[in-house]
């Protein structure tokens, strides 16, 4: 996965001393200045994530979403200047906009969400995990009316089968974003969101908690976000 490149400029040196670091791979800082930091992330994700660290993208769920019953953990590394900011895209799997799957078989039904995840800096100390404190949008909803689940015929947009897309904001994984308009992530209990396979892999900190959206039937799309100071 990609990460935030780290070439810091020592003072008195022009561009080409930024230019030198970049070609070594090494950090140009001075005392005093942000250095760049290893951290390492476990994400449980029902059914699918990606994250981002100020905008750039660090991991993203190796098993796509249109897998069936696509549940794994993921844990990774990354490198980044703290302070900085954590952007999660969280998906349930949906077959089109009713937000339904297995559409036409015995097994229709609206689908759950739920993600948890932690994140522990080079010495193993937990700096953040999934909790209230993050602010989330649900950007896709659907159906608005349960009763969609029941349809034989379910089409979106029609009868009890109507849904509600919002655009995602522009930079709103970026430290400068102004997310105090968005709600707190949502705090669901374990038993909610009976997570599977690859769950029970990881050994969570007891502070992580899954979050979602309101509803972990009918979101199906949510923003995450947390500054890390």
């Known amino acids: 996965m990609p990460k935030p490149k780290v070439a810091h400029q020592p003072a008195g040196i022009p561009g080409a001393g930024r230019a030198i670091c970049l070609a070594l791979g090494v950090s140009c800082a001075l005392p005093g200045m942000a250095v760049a930091e290893t951290f390492s992330a476990d994400v449980w994700a029902d059914n699918w994530f990606e994250m981002r660290i100020d ?3 660090v991991a993203e769920d190796s098993v796509p979403i249109t897998t069936e019953r696509s549940f794994n953990a993921e844990s990774f590394s990354f490198e980044a200047e703290t302070p900085f900011v954590i952007g999660l895209v969280a998906k349930d799997f949906k077959e089109n906009d009713t937000g339904l799957e297995y559409i036409g078989s015995r097994r229709q039904q609206m689908g759950d969400g739920g993600v948890i995840l932690q994140i522990r800096d080079a010495a193993g100390q937990t700096i953040a995990v999934s909790d209230g404190s993050w ?14 689940e029941r349809e034989s015929d379910p089409v979106a947009g029609e009868g009890v089968c109507t849904f509600e897309i919002t655009e995602e904001p522009a930079n709103w994984d970026r430290p400068d974003f102004d997310a105090s308009g968005w709600r707190p992530a949502d705090v669901h209990s374990e038993r909610a969101v009976s997570p599977k396979d690859g769950y029970d892999r990881i050994r969570w900190s007891s502070a992580a908690e899954f979050i979602w959206g309101p509803d972990l039937e009918q979101d199906n799309t949510v923003l995450c976000r947390l500054a890390i100071e």
Do not use: E
């Open 55 to 57: 905008g750039v993208q």
């Open 135 to 148: 602010r989330c949008l649900v950007t896709h909803s659907a159906p608005l009316d349960k009763a969609c």
